[in-house]
């Protein structure tokens, strides 16, 4: 079962987003997936956010790919560096902010991809009209240019 504060790192080296993450409180008590590797870190020792920063840092990810369509990931493989804990601490600080800014930043694309298809969609249902303003800037533009 995972526990809060346990690193995540996907087993198959494919697709987008982040190889490797901490679990949280949406997390603890779930079952492990038979695609995911668990890594759970003696808070004393190692920072969470630190061994998930290196251990899911792309060429990290790919020296310890096997497979040639589909890539897995052997843990045993992985590379993290010995730093002193207050070391790792304000790389795991790090790692956090980086995490924070992939995740708004993929929140920010699916909220701008709900309201193009929500504008689409009222365009092309009737719901909404083009402005003339922008018809007008089209033109403007020429018949050749693609916006």
Same mark, same amino acid.
């Given at each position: =079962? ?9 087993? !198959?080296?494919? *697709? +987008?987003?982040? =190889? %490797? ?8 008590? %779930?079952? !492990? ?7 759970? @870190? ?8 630190? !061994?998930?920063?290196?251990?899911? &840092?792309?060429?990290?990810? &790919?020296?310890?790919? /096997? $497979?040639? /369509?589909?890539?897995?990931?052997? @843990? ?17 600080? &790090?790692? #956090?902010?980086?995490?924070? !800014? ?6 920010? /694309?699916?909220?701008?991809?709900? /309201? %193009? *298809?929500?504008? &689409? $969609? *009222?365009?092309?249902? +009737?719901?909404?009209? @083009?402005? #003339? ?6 033109? +403007?533009? +020429?018949?050749?240019? @693609?916006?």
């Amino acid at each position: =079962m995972i526990a809060v504060g346990d690193v995540l790192v996907r087993a !198959l080296a494919s *697709g +987008g987003g982040a =190889m %490797a993450r901490v679990a949280d409180e949406g997390d603890a008590g %779930a079952l !492990l997936g038979p695609h995911v590797h668990l890594f759970r @870190p003696d808070p004393r020792r190692l920072d969470a956010w630190f !061994l998930a920063g290196f251990l899911g &840092a792309e060429e990290n990810i &790919a020296g310890a790919s /096997t $497979g040639s /369509t589909v890539l897995s990931v052997s @843990p045993g493989r992985l590379r993290v560096p010995l730093l002193p804990l207050e070391e790792q601490r304000r790389y795991g600080e &790090a790692f #956090r902010h980086v995490h924070a !800014l992939r995740a708004e930043a993929q929140r920010a /694309t699916r909220l701008a991809e709900e /309201t %193009a *298809g929500l504008l &689409a $969609g *009222g365009l092309t249902g +009737g719901q909404l009209l @083009p402005s #003339r303003e922008a018809a007008a800037k089209v033109r +403007g533009k +020429g018949a050749d240019s @693609p916006h």
